[in-house]
């Protein structure tokens, strides 16, 4: 059994994995909140009813138009995937414009047909990246462009890759999840480019029933209501160090009181890997306009919009959305796993745990033979 959210900290605060940030991360974990009666009527209170805006949705094959109550933009679907075949389940990773290299990881790794049955063997799973333009920058556009067309499998928008639009590129995952894929697919992944990630383990999910793929449900590390709000002006620090490790930039988890007064957020599910039946949404893209907008994507998804057309929030096993909540020599079992890994150190960390720890996981394959001098051969193969 993988750990909960409270037994990580448990194990960070036990300093089993030291690292620069680990007490920065320790305060994310332990300042939860009673959720009261007062709380929730003033999450519900919120909620605006704006029978005048239109519903967030797909106006054509090119145009898309996302409404909030107090904004509006229209998009354009400027490249997708053609060739889809029937699948159940469609993975979709938020990725970069300017991570190639790690998309090509990816590709190489959990996305390789020939090591996961699910994708290859099953054709069950389809997997394919988000990737948002900015108009401004035409060189660096063609170069993305070029690289969907070459590969297939982009879905390429007029939105810029900001933090701060987060919110926006998630709702647009899921709008084209449940508009413009073939009936077939029921459960729509989100996952970022940063996490580990096992798509086999899925299986024995959705054979056992924790997985319902019929139901409108959606599925992940689940945050319990009562997590505190940084409302303006009292930044989380662990925002700052955490995106400035990733990518040197300064950033902030903040929500100004004009666009939610609460003092706590409700339940919620961490915002690097979820899974969202279909039915699920189709409901929360709907439910848009009823909300003002907030850029800590997670907790807006999956916590408010979900929570306002009831969509179940579910817990899965073996989700490690710290980097520190876990190793590739440990001896969970493991199904998405956030990391601050470079990509020589994500392929190795992939194939190790996929050998020692994925259950029915073949220790031969095309593409990696076991040896760790390998890996930068796999990387720029």
Known sequence: MSPTPNDMYIKLQNNLYASPITNILLPHYKNSQQFTQVDRACIQDEWQENQSLNVTNTFSDETYRIVFSDAQKTFNWIQVPQDYGNPEILMIVSSNSDNFARRNV????????EKNKIIGEKQQMKVIFLVGVDARNEAKN???LREAEVFGDMIVVDLEDTYVNLTWKSISLLLYGHTKTPPSVKLIGKIDEDVIFYPDQLSNLIKDGTINMTSSSIYGEKWEAGVPVHHKDERSKWWVICRMKVRST????YIPKTSYKCRVFPSYL???????TRKAAERITVSTKHRKFISVEDVFISGLLAGDVGVEKKSLPHLYMVDEATTDREKFEILAWHTLKNDKQFVESWENMRLTRCAGCQRTTRYFRGS??????????
């Open 250 to 253: 300064e950033l902030f988890r």
């Open 106 to 113: 990816i590709r190489k790794t959990w996305m390789n047909a």
């Open 372 to 381: 760790r001098s390998q890996v930068a051969e796999e990387i720029n193969q």
């Open 142 to 144: 063609t170069v993305i």
């Open 270 to 276: 961490s915002g690097p890997f979820y899974l969202v």
